[in-house]
């Protein structure tokens, strides 16, 4: 059974950082593109970073380049999102998921997401 479990998320001031961490389980993470996302209600869901199986290439939005990283822990079969220089503008739900590629627009399994929120 694939399943994915989002935590991680928490209050931070700007310009401080999180590690959220996606821990999976009924697969490998060379199985499947992990990808990350967020989402703010009344809002469209973000891509933001996402890494290929296989350990293949990394892509990440412009809002994030630079200031997020993504990789994978294979003892612990988890994926993390590095989130440094936090700004207000990056609080919301952020979820993980995974999908064939990170070239897909559909992901099959996902997180339940965890908050991350910005304030000084």
């Known amino acids: 059974q694939v399943q994915l479990v989002d935590s991680g998320g928490g209050l931070v001031q700007p310009g401080g950082s999180l590690r959220l961490a996606c821990a999976a389980s009924?697969?490998?993470?060379?199985?499947?593109?992990i990808g990350w996302f967020r989402q703010v209600p009344g809002k469209e869901r973000e891509g933001i970073a996402c890494i290929d199986s296989n350990n293949g290439p990394t892509t990440f939005a412009e809002s994030v380049k630079g200031r997020f990283t993504i990789f994978k822990d294979y003892p612990k079969n988890t994926v993390f999102l590095q989130m440094s220089s936090l700004k207000f503008e990056d609080p919301s739900v952020y979820f993980c998921?995974?999908?064939?590629?990170?070239?897909?627009?559909?992901?099959?399994?996902w997180g339940q997401g965890t908050p991350v929120s910005v304030s000084s």
């Open positions: 998921a995974a999908g064939s590629s990170c070239k897909s627009t559909r992901f099959e399994y």
């Open positions: 009924g697969f490998t993470l060379d199985d499947y593109a």
